[in-house]
C-alpha cells in the first residue's frame, strides 16, 4: 500500500499591530510548517496572497517557519509549494491585527511514506504476531483496505476487533496508534504505540513511530531516544537512520547527526536528505569544508528540483561566511 505523509500548517497572528499610525496593519504573520513525520524541509515556498497578488513570499527556515511583517488587514490565502510536498492552498482567511488566530491544512508528500501501515521502518515481525489467529489477520488486513480507502474510523474498528480475538497482536496495536494519529488522537496514538512495545520490546516499528510522534510534537530529545532504540533493534533500516540523524540535528548533537547521517547513507539506496542534514550540522560547527563537500554530493545525487535549487543557495552563503581551510575530522560519503 503506497504510503502518504500529511503535513498541518498552523498559521500563527500576532495580536499587536505596527506603531506607524496603521491599526490596520498585522505586525507580524508567522506561518509554521509542522509535519507528521517531524522532518522539516527547509525549501518550501510559502506565499501570503491577497486579492491584488502577493504580499510576501518566503523559504522557511530550519524549523519550518515563515514570518510576514507589517501586512495590512484583509482576506488572503497561504500558498505552500516547492520541497517534497504537493503545492496547497489554505483557501481563503481572514486576517485581522485584533485577531489570534491559528489555521490547519493538510499537504500530501511527493514521495514520502506517513506512519502508515506500509511504512517499511523494520524488518522484524513481532513474536507475538507469529501465532497470530487467522480470524484477527484478517481484520487487520480489512484495516488496511479501509485505511487506504480513508475509513479510518472503519480501520479503527477492525483493529479493535483483531486485538479482541488476539489480545497480545503487537501491530495491531501499532496500526492502532497510526490510525489515532491520522485521526488527531495523540493521547491514543501514544498509548497504543506504547502497547505494542509492552507487547515486544524487540520490535522496532512502534519505537520508529512514537520517534515519528515526538519528532511532530517538537520533542526531539524523547524521538532521539525512540530512534536510537529502533536502530539497536533494526540497524540495516536507511529510513530510521534519516529520522534519527534529524533528530539528532534538532537537539543540537552535531558529531551524532553527521556519523548517523554517514551510517544512512551507507546502509541503503542513497538518500540525498542526510547530505543536508550533514551539512547543517557541520555549518553549526562552523567547518566550511565538510559543509561543502556535504552540499555537493547532496546536488550530485539530487541536482534538480526546488531542494536543489536551496541547495546551491546554502552553497553560495557557506562559502562565502565559514571557513574552509581546515582539516575535517569527517570525509564525505
Known amino acids: 500500500m503506497k504510503g502518504r505523509m500529511f503535513v498541518v500548517f498552523l498559521l500563527l497572528i500576532s495580536s499587536a499591530a505596527a506603531q506607524l499610525g496603521a491599526s490596520s496593519l498585522i505586525r507580524r504573520v508567522r ?30 527556515n530550519d524549523r519550518c517557519e515563515v514570518d510576514f511583517f507589517n501586512v495590512p488587514e484583509g482576506d488572503y ?20 491585527a485584533a485577531g489570534q488566530n491559528e489555521f490547519e491544512i493538510q499537504v500530501k508528500s511527493r514521495n514520502e511514506p506517513d506512519r502508515n501501515f506500509g511504512w517499511p521502518a523494520s524488518a522484524f515481525v513481532s513474536a507475538s504476531d507469529l501465532g497470530v489467529p487467522g480470524r484477527a489477520r484478517k481484520e487487520l488486513d480489512k484495516a488496511s483496505e479501509l485505511a487506504d480507502k480513508q475509513q479510518l474510523a472503519q480501520a479503527v474498528q477492525k483493529l479493535n476487533k ?3 480475538i488476539y489480545p497480545t497482536y503487537a501491530l ?7 490510525m489515532y494519529a491520522r485521526l488527531g488522537d495523540s493521547v491514543r496514538e501514544r498509548e ?16 520508529v513511530n512514537l520517534g515519528r510522534m515526538n519528532m511532530a510534537a517538537g520533542d526531539f530529545p524523547a524521538a ?9 533493534l533494526d540497524p540495516a533500516d536507511p529510513m530510521t537512520l534519516i529520522l534519527l540523524s534529524y533528530s539528532q540535528f534538532m537537539d ?19 538518500h540525498a536528505f542526510v547530505h543536508r542534514v550533514a551539512a547543517r550540522a557541520f555549518e553549526q560547527q562552523k567547518q566550511g569544508a565538510a559543509a561543502i563537500a556535504e552540499l555537493e554530493v547532496f546536488l550530485k545525487e539530487e541536482p534538480a ?3 536543489a535549487d536551496a541547495a546551491r543557495k546554502e552553497l553560495e552563503v557557506v562559502k562565502a561566511v565559514l571557513p574552509v581551510n581546515q582539516s575535517r575530522d569527517q570525509p564525505p560519503h
Open 224 to 232: 532521539e531516544t525512540a530512534l536510537d532504540k529502533a536502530f539497536t
Open 77 to 96: 490565502h497561504v500558498k505552500v509549494s516547492g520541497g517534497s510536498f504537493v503545492n496547497a492552498d489554505s483557501g481563503s482567511i481572514n486576517m485581522t
Open 162 to 164: 483483531a486485538i479482541s
Open 252 to 270: 543540537r548533537h552535531f558529531d551524532g547527526a553527521i556519523a548517523t547521517s554517514q551510517r544512512a547513507h551507507a546502509v541503503g539506496k542513497p
Open 192 to 207: 497504543a504505540l506504547q502497547k505494542a512495545i509492552s507487547l515486544n520490546d524487540h520490535f522496532a516499528l512502534p519505537y
Open 305 to 307: 528540483g526546488p531542494r
Open 31 to 60: 506561518v509554521r510548517l509542522a509535519l507528521e513525520n517531524g522532518i522539516c524541509d527547509a525549501s518550501v515556498d510559502v506565499a501570503l496572497v491577497g486579492h491584488n497578488g502577493p504580499v510576501g513570499q518566503s523559504v522557511t
Open 172 to 178: 495491531a496495536y501499532n496500526n492502532l496508534g497510526v
